[in-house]
């Protein structure tokens, strides 16, 4: 299987999410080195025995996967001869004991779990050995009665221990000794028992001085009468050490013997562990176990990603009546997505793992998948973009045959499009006779019209909202879907002249290549005059008033030689002859622009949306304002 896939369509990730279910670092290995399997038995059986391990959890049942945290690490312990502490042999003691409780689990589940219950019946019952540490370790410690040796040793110690004790509670009962103690404490230093005395007493107690406090202030003394007991007590101690050993080499022993038996249950188990993350990880995303083939047969029905938040469904089908699918629609509208979804949930099939679909889905068993996407520029080979899209479709064309699937993220792009396309075009033709099921995407007409001329290719277009200008994600098969270029544009404001001109581009080719002559604003030419008078002015176009050379906002037409011009805040009568076009309103404001603003101040503006809304107390100036010119007449 093509591995370098795995990053471009994050089923990395998806590994990483098994592993979290893991326990056993064996079992996270595993995962790592695992491929999803191009065999159709294999897949089949691998989804089975997911899907028998969904049972178990969604009946609240666990599977008693005990002491596997560390057990890798405790092997190999025991592989190199080290022997194990009390605490370890504990952990691989819980281990062993957890081969029976798991193959009661799947045997009271046999008829539910079938396979599973297959694999269990070839997990050894370690319990004899179980219940030799069990029965030796006790807290983490090495039980007294393990031995009758380490039985008089401990015995032994805990005399020695009393005697000492006493011995010094003695001492510091002394009332000519309890002026040279800091405290009334028996401390262990150095593996020997002491009491601290004062700095200036420690030539007045017969001791030995065993150690000294940081600040110098207190010496810690073992007495002459303690030092015999404490010479005795770490002599027992360090027998006491030589026989715990021995009896935990002896258990670790134990272990060792049976190594060969127990490495098999442990793959057994690794195996177990690993498909009950597979189940614990299709739980989460509510998967359900697919149709399978090997016949080159896609049919997705509501599959969703597993990787987005709330994705949309997808709906797809490939190999049935088509062997290429193309992919068409504006950008930003899904189509990478249903690339990576494709490529995604057929090797999370292939490894095993529940997709979330509904009823109908049949995911094929690829021999290969392969998928150009992305920048493939590369800066240590000083390769363009389209180069690196070139060096990896090289590559592809060689390994592509039957049973392969090819993913083309917008096939040609990145050179000369009528080249671009023509290349796209016949390298999925190629990939096409070599028998590999193609899916593209691409913005070229040209392709589009490639695929609904050719009898095996078929297209789907993005669904887009329109009224939103934004993408519904959702794949619309049988159709073409638009790159919504001249729609964008409009709604983007765009000059209405520059998409009519657009258009018109785009269905004869024919382009205006004349030269245009510029004038100066400031000196206008009298040939100027003469273009400027037959062109007919609108409402808010810019112009310039040949006479003074001052910019004003062209109002209205008076008759077929005169205008009004707004200049310097006031309406002035023009001859049109006398007018040069300087900008066009279209190209000055967008679509829909309020124009009368232009030409009233804003308080006179303010004053009409408020007769508009009928504000009292905007009538009320309009009312004093009209009886103040009715005075001034009179």
């Not at 006493?166 to 150095?190: C, H, P, V, W």
């Not at 498909?275 to 896609?298: D, Q």
């Not at 499009?417 to 899916?439: D, F, Q």
């Not at 073409?480 to 709604?491: C, L, M, R, V």
């Amino acid at each position: 299987m093509n591995k370098n896939i795995y990053n471009a369509i994050q089923f990395n990730i998806i590994k990483d999410e098994l592993k979290k279910y893991a326990f056993s670092q064996f079992a996270k290995n595993t995962i790592d080195k695992r491929e999803p399997s191009t065999s159709e038995a294999a897949v089949q059986r691998w989804l089975d025995e997911t899907e028998e391990a969904v049972t178990i959890l969604s009946s609240g049942q666990h599977v008693p996967f005990m002491g596997l945290s560390r057990i890798e690490q405790l092997t190999n312990q025991i592989n190199k001869g080290m022997v194990l502490e009390a605490g370890e042999l504990v952990e691989y003691a819980d281990f062993l004991r957890s081969f029976r409780l798991i193959a009661k689990l799947f045997e009271k589940n046999q008829y539910q779990t079938p396979i599973l219950y297959s694999y269990t019946n070839d997990l050894t019952d370690f319990s004899d050995i179980a219940s030799v540490i069990y029965k030796f370790i006790q807290g983490n410690r090495v039980n007294s009665e393990s031995s009758k040796e380490l039985k008089r040793i401990r015995s032994q110690i805990a005399k020695l221990e009393k005697e000492i004790d006493q011995r010094l509670r003695k001492f510091m009962a002394n009332g000519q000794n309890q002026k040279k103690l800091q405290d009334r404490l028996i401390l262990m230093k150095d593996e020997r028992y002491t009491v601290p005395v004062k700095i200036e007493f420690k030539q007045q107690v017969s001791g030995t001085i065993i150690d000294q406090s940081s600040k110098g202030t207190t010496v810690f003394i073992e007495p002459d009468t303690v030092r015999k007991y404490n010479d005795l007590l770490i002599m027992e101690r360090a027998a006491e050490v030589g026989e715990v050993y021995q009896l935990l080499a002896y258990l670790t022993g134990l272990i060792g013997e049976q190594m060969e038996t127990i490495s098999y249950c442990m793959d057994v188990v690794t195996e177990l562990e690993i498909i009950f993350s597979r189940g614990k990880y299709s739980r989460s995303i509510n998967g359900k176990k697919p149709l399978i083939n090997k016949e080159e047969r896609i049919i997705l029905k509501n599959v969703t990603h597993p990787l987005l938040t709330d994705p949309i469904p997808l709906t797809l089908d490939l190999g049935v009546d088509n062997r290429a699918l193309i992919i068409t629609g504006a950008n930003a509208g899904g189509k990478t997505i249903v690339l990576k979804t494709v490529a995604l949930v057929s090797l999370m099939t292939m490894f095993g793992i529940l997709i979330a679909n509904e009823e109908g889905t049949d995911i094929a068993v690829f021999d290969n998948i392969f998928i150009d996407i992305g920048d493939q520029q590369s800066l240590e080979n000083s390769l363009s973009t389209f180069s690196g899209h070139m060096q990896n479709l090289s590559d592809v064309l060689k390994q592509v045959n039957r049973h392969t699937l090819v993913l083309l993220d917008e096939i040609g792009s990145g050179t000369d499009p009528n080249e671009g396309a023509a290349l796209g075009i016949a390298l999925m033709e190629e990939m096409y006779r070599k028998g590999s099921l193609v899916i593209a995407t691409t913005h070229f007409g040209e392709i589009k019209e490639f695929a609904l001329q050719h009898e095996d290719f078929t297209t789907a277009g993005m669904a887009f909202e329109t009224d939103t200008l934004t993408p519904k994600y959702k794949l619309l098969l049988g159709e073409t879907g638009e790159s919504h270029a001249f729609w964008i544009a409009e709604k983007m404001k765009i000059n209405a002249r520059v998409l009519t001109q657009a258009t018109e581009y785009l269905k004869n080719r024919s382009y205006n290549r004349s030269k245009q002559a510029f004038h100066s604003v400031t000196k206008v030419k009298t040939e100027s005059v003469t273009q400027a008078a037959n062109y007919e002015f609108s409402k808010g176009d810019r112009v310039c008033l040949n006479d003074s050379q001052k910019i004003g906002l062209y109002f209205e037409t008076e008759n077929e030689y005169n205008g009004f011009v707004y200049v310097d805040k006031e309406m002035i009568e023009v001859p049109l002859r006398r007018l040069t076009l300087l900008r066009t309103a279209d190209e000055l404001y967008p679509s829909g622009y309020d124009l009368d603003s232009l030409f009233e101040s804003f308080a006179a503006r303010k004053l009409r949306k408020d007769l508009d809304r009928g504000a009292k107390k905007a009538q009320k100036k309009l009312d004093k304002e009209m009886k103040q010119r009715r005075d001034d007449r009179s």
